[in-house]
């Protein structure tokens, strides 16, 4: 422990250096920038500005890519609360309560829930990372492909806990999105589906375009036409900060969300979004008011947004421990270290230890930079609902189709974008949920491939998945639900979801 | 009449001027994208950085990295492929640019691109891969693996990057090479390949040399045997499969340069004086020093037979491959 | 024709078009051992097979087609075909020239703005958004003819 905090000292030594505050508040600042365009994600930032950091040492490159990813993460609800578009596929779910809130005149509240579920996630995983990084990241390397296959097996069924209307519509939804993500080419056996021709589909429709698509625009395509633009109501300077009721309502969800959030950033190949889809379905199930979510209610924007930015810290877990990357954003980070001469890897604590003390304790200080920057902020960009929507929304579609352009500079993610746009469109009209097409999305392929590669590991025996224990465990707990969910079904006799659809439609008609 | 004449006058110079100026335009005049069909972080991105710079300094003119991923560096590919033979768009190719083609080919696929769209400039690197198990695994030497492997057909599994990708190229050479049979599990990229292995979920792992140099150094990995004509310089005491008895088993992930077909030949010719002059750039070389990646320069002809013997060898191990499905 | 007969219908037929096209294709089915690239695809087209047939039959009776309320289709329409002027143009118009042109169409024929507004904040967004990643941020946005 003594050892511990003697570390961290140096961390906080190098840290607080004035060049490198300097670097880990342009990588702050840049990173919000990002986040807030609609589309444009934290991979895009680092990829973007990588390049700028090859003239510094190792250090402050570390330190300003670091920023920009959890500055990303901060910047990417701010659209999807004002807007309804996501600012990365991570912020999909906090379009749902957070704008709902912004309707209901409670965006900032709405906002510096989410700044402030933030910089408590991302401070209190930081700690996680600094003590458990070694023992955590041997744990994290024991989920092979059958353990995914289990846990996500599990994550489809966050699917049941996300639509407030009919069953069969969300899987309906569901079994879409899935379908969507078989487009590509399959990594087991080379063939292009569902391709056509076009290369650029190969790596399959991309979250980021289909989530733009079927959040934002589609909203667009609902609102620009309507008779009466929307009624926004817009806030006091007073009424900008969150009640003390909606404080304590998310105090909870915040501590959840960073648990649940660093848990599933650590998993190699985990996707960020999976921890906000995980973190809203737990706080629907376990709030006494489920009917609220979808509406506005508090814990739908505290929890993903704590999840999503505890999960950041827990994904450089794998990386900084064992030089390992567990997703694309670490690969790049690891890539930077490496051009600097810093080879990651199982030593690195140990060989290195100014860098990873030193990035620990920038990462500390970025956040509390994040919160000073995105406070004041929530007033000016509360600001931007004022103006008239029918500006508004010409700007939005810009910017949208320049982010989504800008990530892979390819014109087919555009038409995905707009294709996806005139579906959700159309299914917001017929009355069906989007969220679960993109969770589908996200899902399909790393199911299908755990699947499939844990019967390549284990020559076609479907005996794998209960000869060993982490995904005999899972699976077991995955049934458990699947009874005692039938169980509550068949007892009370009607779901609570169709009770509450029901309700929903006597609201509507009446 | 007059009126006439004039616009006749304005209209030729209107098409002769810009022709003019554009054959007397010296290359280069403007900024030059150089492709990385990969996304940063992986080895062409890594490589192509370093040579853009030095490539900057020696033309003084700007020269940017610009990333087109997709579909295993197909998109990239198939972009410099098409894209406009004047010598300002150039691509840095893996050794996947003569995989992709066969593979599409055996799937009766309109090959995205195809090898000969392409006029080589250089060779920048290539390392081979090198098979890593874990050290708590029984296999010591190459040669215990590959009896044991023989022993047990189909039961030692490795993983790969992707199927028909570079590190599973690699591990088919050496199946065909030594007549043994291996379970492959292929994964979604290199980094979830060296995951795998690391946790223990399959056996082996044939992988370029620089990102599993730390976990050899940590004790956690073992090297058994590299696809080179000669030893890794960072692992002297690993024997290469060629001297073991296996000469078929070759295999590098090479970093080359490349332009579309049809670039001019003087274009063609400062370009590859360019790059010769780069590679000597002392910050060239310290960078890819930084990153552990030895410089294996090779030009014209030599670069020619390279390519050639390279993209032969592995059209046929894709070939022998065939259509996994098929053979179920 | 409500709207729970046509959604079901629509899910349905796409979910046997996904089947269709597994057939055409010729992908592989494989084993339950060893599932091949057609397997998942099949079996998630099955599941949407049944779930339209469920939502089409036993729907709960919910409002007939037209009462949704389409009245802003032509709104939606032209700002869809907006959307896809710039996906056809932006790589041979130009990043700026293409958001100026679709930014003014939106404002001053779908909304009719006056037109000095529309073409200040038309030019401007599409400037000011083309210096903020070209310049700023060095990602290379499409540029046109005169090298717009």
Do not use: C
């Given at each position: 422990m003594l050892e511990t905090l003697g570390n961290l000292g140096l961390g906080f030594s190098v840290a607080l250096a004035p060049s490198i505050l300097l670097y880990a508040f342009i990588g702050c600042l840049v990173g919000t920038l990002v986040g807030v365009?609609?589309?444009?994600?934290p991979l895009a930032g680092i990829s973007l500005l990588l390049p700028a950091t090859?003239?510094?040492?190792a250090t402050r490159a570390i330190v300003m890519l670091a920023g920009i990813y959890y500055g990303a993460m901060y910047g990417g609800s701010t659209t999807s609360i004002?807007?309804?578009?996501?600012?990365?596929?991570?912020s999909v779910m906090t379009c749902l309560d957070g704008y709902a809130m912004a309707r209901k005149g409670r965006g900032g509240a709405a906002l510096a829930i989410a700044a402030v579920g933030s910089y408590i996630a991302g401070t209190v995983s930081i700690v996680g990372l600094m003590l458990l990084a070694p023992p955590l990241a041997d744990f994290a390397l024991r989920f092979g492909p059958p353990e995914y296959l289990a846990l996500l097996l599990l994550g489809l069924f966050v699917l049941a806990y996300?639509?407030?209307?009919?069953m069969t519509k969300s899987l309906a939804m569901a079994a879409f999105g899935l379908l969507l993500g078989?487009?590509?080419?399959?990594?087991?056996?080379?063939y292009f589906r569902f391709?056509?021709?076009?290369?650029?589909?190969g790596d399959g429709l991309g979250v980021v375009p289909v989530a733009v698509g079927l959040f934002g625009i589609a909203e667009i395509l609902a609102t620009a036409?309507?008779?009466?633009p929307p009624r926004v109501v817009k806030p006091r300077l007073r009424e900008l900060l969150p009640s003390r009721e909606e404080w304590r309502e998310s105090a909870a969800p915040i501590g959840r969300g960073t648990v649940l959030g660093f848990l599933i950033g650590i998993?190699?190949?985990?996707?960020?979004i999976i921890s906000s889809f995980v973190s809203y379905a737990v706080e629907k199930r376990l709030s006494?008011?489920?009917?609220?979510f979808g509406h506005g209610a508090v814990a739908g924007v505290a929890g993903p947004e704590s999840a999503n930015n505890s999960a950041t810290s827990g994904a450089m877990v794998p990386m900084l421990a064992?030089?390992?990357?567990?997703g694309p954003i670490p690969a790049v980070m690891l890539a930077a270290m490496m051009v600097h001469g810093v080879s990651p890897g199982p030593l690195l604590i140990q060989q290195k230890p100014e860098l990873f003390w030193g990035f620990v304790a920038s990462m500390y200080v970025g956040n509390v930079v994040l919160l000073i920057l995105n406070l004041p902020l929530v007033g000016l960009f509360v600001?931007?609902?004022?103006?008239p929507y029918t500006y508004l929304y010409p700007a939005i579609l810009v910017f949208s189709m320049l982010g989504v352009y800008a990530?892979?500079?390819?014109v087919v993610d555009v038409w995905i974008m707009l294709i996806m746009g005139v579906v959700g469109w159309v299914l917001r009209k017929l009355d069906f949920e989007t969220a679960p097409v993109v969770l589908g999305l996200v899902l399909a392929p790393m199911i299908e491939l755990s699947l499939r590669q844990s019967l390549a590991m284990s020559d076609g025996h479907y005996g794998i998945f209960v000869q060993r224990p982490i995904a005999g465990v899972l699976l077991g707990v995955a049934l458990l639900l699947v009874l005692l969910n039938l169980y509550a079904f068949v007892r009370r006799g009607l779901d609570w979801r169709a009770r509450l659809a029901l309700a929903e439609k006597g609201e509507e008609t009446s | 009449m007059r009126a006439r004449r004039a616009l006749a006058v304005a209209a030729v110079l209107a098409v002769a001027l810009p022709l003019v100026a554009g054959a007397q335009?010296?290359?280069?005049s403007r900024p030059i994208s150089l492709v990385?069909?990969?996304?940063?972080?992986g080895v062409a991105d890594s490589t192509a950085r370093p040579v853009a710079a030095a490539l900057e300094k020696v033309l003084k003119n700007p020269v940017a990295v610009v990333n087109k991923t997709g579909a295993a560096g197909a998109v990239g590919m198939q972009f410099v492929a098409t894209s406009?033979?004047?010598?300002y768009t150039l691509l840095l190719a893996l050794s996947s640019i003569s995989i992709i083609p066969e593979a599409d080919k055996i799937f009766d696929?309109?090959?995205?691109?195809?090898?000969?769209q392409f006029a080589p400039i250089a060779l920048i690197s290539a390392d081979p891969t090198i098979l890593v198990v874990r050290?708590?695994?029984?296999?010591?030497?190459a040669k215990e693996f590959i009896d044991d492997a023989r022993k047990r057909p189909g039961q030692i599994s490795y993983s790969s990057?992707?199927?028909?990708?570079t590190l599973h190229m690699a591990t088919e050479l050496l199946s065909h090479a030594a007549g043994i049979k291996l379970r492959h599990v292929p994964h979604a990229g290199a980094g979830p390949a060296l995951t795998a292995l690391l946790g223990g979920h399959v056996d082996a792992l044939a992988s370029g040399p620089v990102v599993v140099l730390p976990h050899i150094k940590a004790g956690k990995l073992r090297a058994?045997?590299?696809?080179?004509d000669t030893r890794v310089t960072a692992l002297p005491e690993v024997p290469t499969f060629k001297e073991l008895g296996?000469?078929?088993a070759e295999f590098y992930i090479w970093a080359g340069l490349f332009a579309p077909r049809g670039t001019p030949e003087p274009v063609l010719a400062r370009l590859r004086e360019a790059t010769r002059a780069a590679v000597a750039e002392p910050e060239f070389r310290a960078a890819m020093d930084k990153l552990q990646t030895p410089i294996a320069f090779k030009q014209g002809d030599e670069f020619q037979k390279f390519f050639d013997a390279d993209a032969r060898r592995l059209a046929d191990g894709v070939r022998k491959v065939g259509r996994v499905e098929d053979k179920k | 024709m409500t709207t729970e007969r046509v959604s079901g219908v629509a899910l349905a037929l796409l979910a046997a078009a996904v089947l269709e096209e597994c057939w055409r294709l010729r992908l592989p089915l494989g084993s339950l051992a060893t599932p091949g690239p057609a397997y998942m695809p099949a079996v998630l087209a099955l599941a949407l097979l049944a779930a339209g047939v469920l939502i089409a039959v036993?729907?709960?009776?919910?409002?007939?087609?037209?009462?949704?309320?389409?009245?802003?289709w032509r709104h939606t329409l032209a700002i869809a075909f907006t959307c896809a002027f710039v996906a056809l143009a932006l790589e041979h118009l130009g990043y700026r020239l293409t958001m100026t042109l679709a930014c003014a169409f939106l404002l001053a024929?779908?909304?009719?703005?006056?037109l000095v507004a529309t073409l200040a904040f038309s030019v401007g967004l599409a400037a000011g958004t083309y210096f903020v990643f070209?310049?700023?941020?060095?990602?290379p946005l499409p540029r046109g003819p005169f090298g717009l």
């Open positions: 365009l609609p589309g444009v994600g090859f003239g510094l040492d004002l807007m309804r578009i996501p600012g990365e596929a991570a996300m639509s407030s209307g009919s078989m487009v590509g080419i399959d990594q087991m056996s080379g391709a056509y021709g076009v290369v650029s589909l036409g309507q008779a009466t998993l190699p190949g985990s996707a960020h006494k008011r489920p009917e609220q064992l030089g390992v990357p567990s600001n931007i609902l004022r103006v990530v892979n500079g390819s | 335009e010296p290359y280069p990385a069909p990969f996304p940063p972080g406009k033979p004047d010598g696929r309109r090959p995205a691109f195809t090898v000969d050290t708590e695994s029984p296999w010591k030497t990057s992707g199927i028909y990708g058994l045997a590299g696809w080179g296996y000469p078929d | 036993l729907g709960p009776a919910a409002a007939p087609l037209a009462a949704v309320g389409w009245g802003e024929i779908v909304e009719r703005k006056p070209d310049t700023v941020l060095r990602v």
